[in-house]
T-cell receptor, first 113, second 114 residues
Framework: KAGVTQTPRYLIKTRGQQVTLSCSPI?????VSWYQQTPGQGLQFLFE???????NKGNFPGRFSGRQFSNSRSEMNVSTLELGDSALYLC????????????FGPGTRLTVT | AQSVSQHNHHVILSEAASLELGCNYS??????LFWYVQYPGQHLQLLLK??????LVKGIKGFEAEFIKSKFSFNLRKPSVQWSDTAEYFC????????????FGSGTRLLVRP
């Protein structure tokens, strides 16, 4: 089975812009979660999508949003970018919305200047 | 709120040395426990997991971990490390009402010298 894929792998944006990141889960996995990884805060949960619905959300401002399509692919959007949004954004997939192990993609490295 | 603590932030070992990385979590109920590894330039990979049953779990690449419920610990061990084990190791838990997400420790950077 192909693993979790994320595009693009690298992005450079300017403060105030918006960005959209994409994630394709492992075939058959219906839950997609997003995490932010930074040196200072570590790995933090952003949100989870299951069956095209946001099921759970972490403690991030409303500038961070996402959606999931009928084929389980997910996109994450960050509006009005701030310097502090520079991070590695990781997508993870699992079969359902319960306590399964999660499989991670390679991440998108976002740099905000 | 649940939390995960990894007390060793940086560990340096010589090849063939034994490894033990500490992980403690704070939650009194049922937990699922994981160790993930992030090799330089690569994505997070699952090393091993504990859901229930035998508290000593074996993972890939010769790693094992022991769940000690009374100590809220899930320490990672390897009897003899190799240079290729150089990586960052993350302990993670999902628990209770938050079982939909992983709560990660801050990670331990392991450097194995040849």
């Amino acid at each position: 089975k192909a693993g979790v894929t994320q595009t693009p792998r690298y992005l450079i944006k300017t403060r105030g812009q918006q960005v959209t990141l994409s994630c394709s889960p492992i075939s058959g996995h219906r839950s997609v979660s997003w995490y932010q990884q930074t040196p200072g805060q570590g790995l933090q949960f952003l949100f989870e999508y299951f069956s095209e619905t946001q099921r759970n959300k972490g403690n991030f401002p409303g500038r961070f949003s996402g959606r999931q399509f009928s084929n389980s692919r997910s996109e994450m959007n960050v509006s009005t970018l701030e310097l502090g949004d520079s991070a590695l954004y990781l997508c993870a997939s699992k079969p359902g919305t319960g306590g399964y192990e999660q499989y991670f993609g390679p991440g998108t490295r976002l740099t905000v200047t | 709120a649940q939390s995960v603590s990894q007390h060793n932030h940086h560990v340096i070992l010589s090849e063939a040395a034994s490894l033990e990385l500490g992980c403690n979590y704070s939650y009194g109920g049922t937990v699922n426990l994981f160790w993930y590894v992030q090799y330089p330039g690569q994505h997070l990979q699952l090393l091993l997991k504990y859901f229930s049953g035998d508290p000593l779990v074996k993972g890939i690449k010769g790693f094992e971990a022991e769940f000690i419920k009374s100590k809220f610990s899930f320490n990672l061990r390897k009897p003899s490390v190799q240079w290729s084990d150089t990586a960052e190791y993350f302990c993670a838990v999902n628990a209770g009402d938050s079982s939909y997400k992983l709560i990660f420790g801050s990670g331990t950077r392991l450097l194995v010298r040849p």
